[in-house]
């Protein structure tokens, strides 16, 4: 379903036991709110949670900013290189608004929250913010944006930046499956038909480049987040791969060190996704945080 988030057109799914406990979850960078697979899904409700799940602005069947147009994204990354102002359509505040707004639109006041890689930044904006809003965070695969931390490797940040040599789905789906696999976890490789079939069915569902730039500068223009974390008094729990290439493990070694009370779950050999074989480790996790709330 969709709602009106402060005036934004969010993509809403909504699954578990009204009487649940709410579990906001936000996804990263251009991923849809189906990058959260369903079996996962399936697992957190079986742990009590009543499971809602967004597209951000820009992604998915959310409203679009296409008339703010494409950012150049060398530009940005020129000006954040030299600790100059980056200019962006919208900031991780005003998607962190939209995903507030949609619990206004639920008539949920206090929730769970987790968030993954750019979520979890949206996620530390919530929590810092509106604390009074948050029960616990589970902060997954992200960073505070701090200068000094270690960031991608340069192939994968080229990756990142480069286009699918065609223009149909297949030729979509199998630029977004190199970019998986060099960020994925080596330790947990997925069987390459599923993936194909997961990646295909998010490219069907919706593909839009321009609003995955839109992000990425509004990312770059966040900036240091540091300064917001002494505000969080949710109970944290932060859960990073100790092979992540994308964000490295010393960024959520970091969040634990400014989050007052965090615990962190370092993975070994799990990268910047999301491997079937964790699920459980993952939901546990989740409850487990939850419960801190609670106690």
């Not at 697992?43 to 959310?62: E, Q, T, Y």
């Not at 970019?179 to 079939?197: E, F, Q, V």
């Amino acid at each position: 379903m969709q709602v009106s988030a402060r005036g934004v057109a969010i993509e809403v799914d909504d699954q578990g036991p009204p009487n649940g406990e709410p579990l906001l979850m936000i996804m990263g960078l251009g991923m849809q709110l189906i990058a959260w697979p369903d079996a996962l899904v399936h697992k957190l409700i079986a742990r009590g949670f009543r499971v809602i799940r967004i597209d951000n602005r820009d992604v998915g069947l959310s409203q679009s900013f296409d008339a703010a147009g494409v950012p150049n994204l060398i530009w940005a990354a020129m000006r954040h290189a030299m600790h100059l102002p980056v200019a962006s359509p919208y900031r991780l505040s005003d998607m962190a608004g939209d995903a507030l707004g949609v619990l206004d639109a639920l008539n949920l006041q206090r929730v769970h929250v987790c968030g993954a890689s750019m979520g979890g930044m949206i996620a530390q904006h919530i929590a810092s913010a509106q604390p009074q809003r948050v029960k616990s965070l589970t902060l997954m695969m992200t960073t505070s944006g701090a200068r000094g931390l270690p960031r991608a490797s340069a192939h994968v940040q080229r990756a990142l930046l480069s286009r699918p040599r065609g223009s149909g789905d297949e030729a979509v789906a199998a630029h977004l499956e190199h970019i998986l696999a060099l960020i994925g976890s080596p330790a947990y490789r997925g069987d390459p038909a599923a993936i194909h079939a997961r990646v295909l069915a998010g490219v069907r569902r919706s593909y839009r480049p321009a609003g995955t730039a839109r992000q990425l500068v509004a990312i770059v223009a966040d900036g240091d987040r540091s300064p917001l974390l002494a505000r969080i008094g949710a109970p944290t729990r932060v859960i990073h791969g100790d092979a992540d290439p994308l964000v490295p493990v010393q960024c959520g070694l970091d969040l634990v060190r400014r989050i007052a009370g965090a615990e962190v779950d370092v993975v070994p050999g799990m990268g910047h996704d999301l491997p079937e074989a964790l699920f459980d480790r993952f939901a546990d996790g989740i409850r487990d945080n939850a419960a801190r709330a609670a106690a």
